[in-house]
């Protein structure tokens, strides 16, 4: 968070505008040390599939789950080509 942003948190923090805004903006992990996949986000991935970054990343970061070395040299995603796509080439001409 940027400073400019906990200081407006802090002027504005008893209106309900403001709680809602950051309870959107915030995720809540609940980290289980025994267990780092038991542990918890409020985030909506994590309440779907039950796994977000949030979970994973905090693991790592107290050391209870190694990011394997091919997952960071991994490219994520390529980047479309500029402009309109090209109009589609009819397969089967049959006359």
């Known amino acids: 968070m940027k400073e400019n942003d906990v200081t407006k948190f802090y002027q504005n923090r008893l209106k309900f505008e403001t709680f809602e805004f950051w309870k959107k903006r915030l995720n809540v992990v609940e980290l289980d040390k025994g ?30 789950y190694r990011i394997p070395d091919t997952a960071k040299t991994e490219l994520i995603g390529r980047k479309g080509k500029k402009g309109r796509p090209r109009k589609t080439k009819k397969a089967l001409i049959v006359a």
């Open 35 to 64: 267990n780092w996949q038991n542990s918890t986000c409020t985030c909506a991935k994590f309440q779907k599939e039950y796994v977000c970054k949030h979970v994973v990343g905090i693991a790592a970061v107290n050391e209870l």
